[in-house]
């Protein structure tokens, strides 16, 4: 297999910015490539046919497929991926902070599986303590209003907004913190450590900062975004 050229079908989407990409052999490996590693006029389109050189994990000298084989499907492109989110729903290119957030609050809010990279981590960790700062801000203003901006009896109806907010937060959370680990290459029971009392900070401080693992893990596919 080595050195020599097979048929295969590009699975993701290649990352123009940083300038990496998948295809997925049809002995079942998957091969990652730059664009320097691909020929003239070949269609980086998901699923585009392509022949390449295989050297260990990384395809070179990467051909369009001619009309010819192109009529005979790969016959192990269209398999399942591993679990975690299908290449389908990963983004092909990074996302914002905002967007990170808004995605692990809605579709990732109980997704248990696949990868985070660093940047999602923390963009879930600072626009949290933004929404919580602004909510515990409109909680005083709401008191102090309530209570007439005078000596009357004093309320905490306003923190109602804050405390609901860190409530629908925690399963997120939680599912942030357990695909950061996969990413890292670590099994996610690791997130249980978050919650001991002397090394909870410490350990999700270390979970935030070590880098993603390079390629595909366990976890899944190597998030879009990631510099190598």
Not at 48 to 57: G, I, P, Y
């Amino acid at each position: 297999m080595q050195g020599g050229r097979q048929c295969a079908a590009q699975c993701f989407t290649y990352d123009e910015d940083q300038d990496y990409g998948y295809i997925n052999g049809v002995d079942g490996k998957r091969y990652i490539f730059t664009r320097e590693d691909v020929g003239q006029g070949v269609s980086l389109a998901r699923r585009a046919l392509v022949e390449f050189r295989a050297d260990d994990r990384t395809a070179h000298d990467i051909v369009a497929v001619t009309t010819a084989a192109s009529d005979t499907p790969p016959s192990r492109a269209a398999q399942p991926q591993r679990p975690g989110r299908s290449a389908e729903n990963q983004p092909a290119q990074s996302m914002g902070l905002w967007a990170y957030f808004r995605r692990a609050l809605g579709d990732d809010y109980r997704n248990f599986t696949g990868r985070a990279r660093r940047k999602e981590f923390w963009a879930f960790c600072l626009c949290s303590i933004i929404v919580l700062i602004a909510l515990f801000g409109f909680g005083i203003l709401l008191n102090l209003a309530t209570s007439g901006f005078d000596d009357g009896p004093r309320t905490s109806i306003g923190y109602v907004p804050a405390l609901l907010f860190g409530l629908v937060t925690i399963l997120p959370w939680i599912a942030l913190v357990v695909r950061r680990l996969h990413d890292i290459g670590l099994t996610g029971w690791l997130a249980l450590l978050c919650f001991t009392p002397v090394l909870g900070g410490v350990a999700l401080l270390v979970f935030g900062l070590v880098p993603s693992q390079f390629g595909e893990n366990p976890g899944g596919q190597m998030p879009a975004g990631v510099r190598i």
